[in-house]
């Protein structure tokens, strides 16, 4: 069965850094997808970035890039220079081609001035 | 383009009330999905359908049912409502498995 992990509830990042969210999965397919989600306080899901498992490069999306490791089973997601309106809720999903995209428990980012 | 639109927005229902989210999309996608989320949580999907007449459970699904009778809709049955059903809920369409998920607006629903 899948399963997505986000093993860090909380993360503080000052304005114009980087940050680093984590994220690993496990699933015994060879094709699936690995999906990340901004929820801002509004509540909409917000589409960020998407990594094939065949893909060979990290996929890159403007500040959001995503370290994707295989054989770690690891997709984490970067955020380059960050800004005050990254303060959200980040979730990161996987699905493949059994199933329906499943999410993890999700990050709260705060953006400190 | 209103790609996925949920009704209502708000619900309070009684416990032991029936009821049932609206879904729908303009996108053509196959893929639909429902999912709750409970505060502070992650989102947890309840059913889904890879196409018209094809419909699947996934990680919560009991006092849910769903159909799928045409591409646009996917509707979601409350059969009988309880208070740890009081969650928003949020309807997604994707047009594959690997393509993003665009979502409604959610659903919040309050079981008294």
């Known amino acids: 069965a899948q399963k997505i992990t986000q093993t860090q509830p909380g993360m503080f990042v000052q304005e114009k850094e980087a940050v680093t969210l984590d994220c690993t999965y496990d699933?015994?397919?060879?094709?699936?997808?690995l999906f990340w989600y901004k929820q801002p306080s509004s509540g909409e899901m917000i589409f960020l970035i998407y990594?094939?498992?065949?893909?060979?490069q990290n996929a890159t999306e403007g500040r959001y890039s995503l370290n994707f490791q295989k054989a770690r089973k690891s997709a984490n997601l970067v955020i380059s220079a960050s800004q005050l309106g990254d303060s959200a809720m980040y979730f990161c999903a996987m699905r493949d081609n059994n199933n329906d995209m499943r999410f993890g428990a999700g990050t709260r980012l705060t953006v400190k001035p | 383009n209103a790609g996925v639109t949920q009704t209502p927005k708000f619900q309070v229902l009684k416990t032991g009330q029936s009821m049932t989210l609206q879904c729908a999309q303009d996108?053509?996608?196959?893929?639909m999905s429902w999912y709750r989320q409970d505060p502070g949580m992650g989102l947890r999907l309840i059913h889904y359908s890879v196409g018209a007449g094809i419909t699947d459970q996934g990680e919560v699904p009991n006092g849910y049912n769903v159909s799928r009778s045409t591409t646009e809709d996917f509707p979601l049955r409350l059969l009988s409502a309880a208070p740890s059903q009081t969650s928003v809920y949020f309807c997604?369409?994707?047009?594959?498995?690997?393509?993003?998920?665009?979502f409604g607006q959610g659903t919040r629903l309050t079981v008294v």
């Open positions: 996108m053509n996608h196959e893929y």
């Open positions: 699933t015994s397919d060879q094709s699936y997808g």
């Open positions: 990594q094939g498992s065949y893909d060979e």
């Open positions: 997604a369409a994707s047009g594959d498995w690997d393509t993003e998920a665009f």
